[in-house]
């Protein structure tokens, strides 16, 4: 028996692993999920102040703009609230002592730490990633007189530096755990989003990669920032400088809408430019154990009924169970199995203006990027995008630190 593709639909959630812990948003909702000392799971459930009506949010590439900066601080905050439940269990029944930034700014303290570390981050991320390559090119500069050639080092530089620092932290084994939960996330997202029932033995089957991951999003950045910089060039030393921190917005807007079309859409074209970041997330993925699935799951039920989405987009079946013999000739093995379908392709094989379309025929058109209506030759708009792009409208908003996007309108997304 062939094995059959498993067809996905975008859900609308995306999440991020935070220490001991998973965080998953729905829309204007998300849950942080962590595993104390004590062994308990700790599920908080918070809102956002987020209207997807905004225009803000609705302006092709504005909206990744947006969405880069709000994620970079929603990101920070949920990794500090996770770290303080663990620091908190840890530390109860000793004595606590002030630190100097509590002596200080006593209420706020907390918020001057978060603002020092967002700041930090940032000024540390524009040096590893942009002015050690430019340096380095710089010197390179007064031996190699091609420019373009020291351009392309130059971009070379910032990828081979992005992914050794990936790979570096990963030694790390509070890091190897993050990516260990990272992985788990992205295994529940795609468990509720080829139809599976969301139990841990599922996701544990499921896959750890996903295209709507930050990871990808990252490298997007990284890879773009190289070609741009390519084709806008000047020879005065400090517009240089200027020049590529002023296309860090513009970066995060063309990646946002990059990642979307990646995430919802299927041609060999945005495959291709998937692929690398698939690769990446090799690494910054691990395969979890099933107690941080369990997290995972917390977390997702706690803002999602995916036993509601998948009744509405999947329909399931069991069938017999067929091998193939030596002489080409399938047969049943005795055994059954449970085979899972689009709800929206099994009703459009049922109805009757499908004329000779079948099955085969379907997959085959949407594999190669189709539409629902081009795939089965008709007009009606009833079935479009069956393969889980644009469906329902699915709103919310995208985060990037490895949040797998939350789709924004028409556009949607999701991780």
Same mark, same amino acid.
């Given at each position: ?11 609308? !959630? ?32 918070? /809102? ?10 609705? !302006?092709?590439?504005?909206? *990744? ?26 530390? @109860? *029944? ?30 540390? $991320? ?14 390179? *500069?007064?031996? !190699? ?8 080092? @130059?971009? $070379? ?12 932290? $990963? ?8 990516? /260990? ?17 969301? =139990? ?72 291709? !430019?998937?692929?690398? &970041? ?6 910054? =993925? ?11 799951? $917390? ?52 109805? *009757? ?18 539409? %629902?209506?081009?795939?089965? &030759? ?16 699915? /709103?919310?908003?995208?985060?990037? %630190? ?14």
């Amino acid at each position: 028996m062939a094995k059959r593709r498993r067809r996905s639909v975008f859900s609308g !959630i995306g999440g991020q692993a935070v220490l001991e812990g998973v965080m998953m948003r729905n829309r204007k909702e998300y849950a942080i999920a962590v595993r104390k000392p004590d062994g308990n799971i700790s599920v908080d459930i918070k /809102q956002l102040d987020y209207d997807p009506k905004q225009l803000k949010r609705r !302006i092709p590439f504005v909206r *990744g703009i947006v969405s880069f900066v709000e994620s970079l601080t929603l990101g920070m905050d949920i990794l500090s609230f996770s770290a303080s439940l663990i620091e908190e269990e840890e530390e @109860e *029944g000793k004595e606590q002592k002030k630190s100097l930034f509590e002596k200080i700014f006593k209420d706020k303290a907390e918020d001057v730490v978060m603002g020092l570390t967002v700041l930090f981050s940032i000024a540390f $991320a524009i040096l590893l990633f942009m002015v050690i390559p430019y340096a380095v090119s710089e010197l390179l *500069g007064k031996y !190699i007189r091609n420019k373009s050639l020291i351009l392309l080092i @130059e971009g $070379a530089l910032r990828i081979l530096i992005f992914i050794l620092y990936v790979a570096g932290i $990963a030694l790390m084994k509070d890091i190897r755990r993050l990516y /260990q939960y990272h992985g788990a996330e992205h295994k529940c997202i795609n468990c509720i989003e080829t139809g599976r029932p969301l =139990t841990v033995k599922n996701v544990m089957k499921s896959s750890r990669f996903h295209k709507r991951c930050g990871t990808s999003f990252m490298l997007f950045v990284v890879v773009l920032g190289v070609i741009l910089c390519f084709f806008i060039r000047t020879d005065v030393i400090w517009m240089k400088i200027a020049l590529r921190l002023a296309l860090i917005p513009v970066l995060a807007g063309i990646s946002y809408e990059l990642l979307q079309l990646a995430g919802k859409k299927e041609s060999f074209l945005l495959s291709l !430019i998937s692929t690398p &970041g698939l690769w990446l997330q090799s690494v910054t =993925t691990r395969e979890p154990d099933e107690s941080m699935v369990e997290v995972a799951i $917390a977390a997702t039920e706690a803002v999602f009924d995916w036993e509601a989405f998948q009744d509405k987009h999947f329909v399931r079946k069991m069938v017999k169970k067929t091998r193939t013999e030596s002489d080409g000739k399938e047969v049943e093995t005795g055994e059954e199995t449970m085979q899972i379908d689009v709800r929206e392709i099994e009703e459009m094989l049922r109805s *009757g203006n499908t004329g000779v379309i079948n099955r085969e025929l379907i997959n085959n058109r949407l594999n190669a990027g189709m539409d %629902g209506n081009e795939a089965a &030759g008709m007009n009606t708009g009833a079935y479009g995008d069956m393969g889980g792009n644009n469906m329902n409208n699915v /709103q919310g908003n995208n985060a990037y %630190g490895n949040m797998n996007g939350y789709g924004n309108n028409r556009w949607g997304q999701g991780q």
